[in-house]
């Protein structure tokens, strides 16, 4: 478990939508950092209640793809809804209680006819996090959380909440120590991942334990760098290989670095892997580098190159997995923002422009173009299953390229509007391993909150 022919019209229909959006009440689906944002309602000598509120809507238009898969022939129309409600009590001596409650809704989509119980659109009013947490205990830089929470480090490449997906992917049942002395912030954790049940309480997890260490020096400064080491297993016994069954012991290492001087930004991540996989030996690797520039001049242009690379398995029989396997981080974030790929078996060179010609208001453009690194090997879905396999190698490596228009407008401080439109064009390997055909995705979101 836990293991057309109205296209066209569409397409013109979306065109004016984009347009509406980018003339009227108008980034990327970058994250946020206030989803977990509460304000103070009432409070006393000892202690500070506090609440917030986010509602979020947004359509989608899918053309040539779902959610679930890659089809030439398939489109999908959904209306999304999700509340968030957020409450918070701190005390003065130190200890602190959040809570949040979620509820995931959609309408329109055939995944209406979807029979499992885990749906990324759709999970009924819930539990989404729940903790305890004591900071500076015994006024040294110890700290304690304990309970459900989300996990969020770095650029979120390695850890990401992953808040645009409707319901969201990661959410952990934990106990978490922290040593924060401001320069030095080093955590060390231990739990079970949630599984998201999309009409029931989720007092289920996946299969796997995680322990993890995840040291930050200096993340508030011009230049940091972070150093982790992920530990993903179930010793079962049960995990399925290539050449046959065992535990599953996956450890991830490596560091996240950034900096910034003036109007330049850069980072990148370096991650090593290795463990077990069913009967397999597991030995991979995966890696970034991002660099941006942002000119200090009207409409504040800026351009952005980046490189995204995760290994492959050259040969799917001997035994050996070099396949990387995709962490807890964000998908859409990084590897265009169709979800068309995760960080596994996958080249991908970017390129991006962005303008800001109002305050609060910006737009972009981004070129993706994506090939195996391995042409024995998968081409891997958001979610990390295979979407298509030439065990021979020789339908090529070239997965193809995509472009992605996107706006964000903060109307005001409670009203954040978004739009996007992209367009796939797959490449050979598509075109040699089946059906294949552009794919095109509109968005149009509104989010509000208090």
Not at 9 to 20: D, V
Not at 48 to 53: H, Q
Not at 264 to 293: H, M, S
Request: with cysteine; hydrophobic share 35%; aromatic share 16%.
């Amino acid at each position: 478990m836990y293991n057309s022919a109205r296209a066209p019209r569409r397409f013109s229909l979306i065109l004016l939508a984009a347009a509406f959006v980018f003339w009227g009440p108008a980034q990327t689906n970058a994250e946020p950092k206030n989803w977990n944002r509460t304000s103070e309602v009432w409070s006393n000598d000892a202690l500070t209640l506090g609440m917030g509120l986010e509602v979020r809507l947004r359509y989608e238009s899918l053309d040539g793809y779902t959610i679930n898969r890659y089809d030439p022939k398939a489109h999908d129309d959904v209306l999304l809804s999700r509340i968030r409600f957020n409450t918070s009590l701190d005390t003065k001596w130190g200890p602190s209680v959040f809570v949040q409650l979620q509820d995931s809704r959609f309408w329109l989509s055939m995944m209406e006819d979807d029979p499992s119980s885990k749906s990324p659109y759709q999970n009924l009013l819930d539990l989404r996090q729940a903790y305890f947490q004591w900071l500076g205990l015994g006024g040294s830089p110890l700290g304690l959380r304990l309970g459900r929470q989300t996990l969020v480090y770095g650029d979120s490449r390695i850890f990401s909440e992953s808040n645009w997906g409707n319901v969201g992917s990661y959410t952990w049942d934990i106990g978490k120590a922290m040593w924060d002395s401001g320069i030095y912030k080093i955590d060390g954790f231990w739990g079970q991942r949630v599984y998201y049940n999309k009409s029931a309480f989720d007092s289920e997890h996946y299969d796997y334990d995680l322990g993890a260490l995840y040291a930050q020096i200096n993340p508030e400064g011009p230049y940091g760098l972070d150093l982790f080491y992920v530990r993903k297993y179930d010793l079962d016994g049960v995990f399925k290989g290539e050449t046959g069954t065992g535990d599953l012991d996956v450890n991830t290492i490596g560091f996240y670095v950034h900096g910034k001087r003036g109007g330049l930004k850069w980072r990148g991540t370096l991650a090593v892997q290795g463990g077990d996989i069913g009967g397999d030996r597991l030995e991979a690797w995966g890696g970034n580098v991002t660099v941006d520039y942002t000119w200090a001049m009207p409409l504040r242009p800026g351009v952005e190159a980046a490189v995204s690379y995760a290994s492959g398995d050259e040969d799917p029989h001997d035994g050996q997995d070099n396949t990387f396997q995709q962490v807890f981080g964000a998908v859409d974030r990084y590897y265009g923002l169709m979800n068309l790929f995760c960080w596994s078996n996958l080249q991908d060179y970017q390129l991006g422009l962005r303008l800001e010609p109002l305050k609060g208001f910006h737009m972009g453009l981004d070129w993706h173009h994506f090939s195996l690194a391995q042409a024995s090997d998968a081409w891997y879905y958001r979610n990390g299953s295979v979407m298509r396999r030439d065990e021979t190698g020789r339908s090529g490596t070239d997965l193809g390229q995509e472009l992605d228009f996107f706006v964000r407008w903060n109307q005001t401080k409670h009203i954040e509007w978004r739009s996007g439109l992209c367009r796939f064009f797959p490449g050979e390997f598509i075109q040699n391993t089946g059906p294949s055909g552009n794919a095109t995705w509109f968005f149009l979101q509104v989010r509000l909150s208090y």
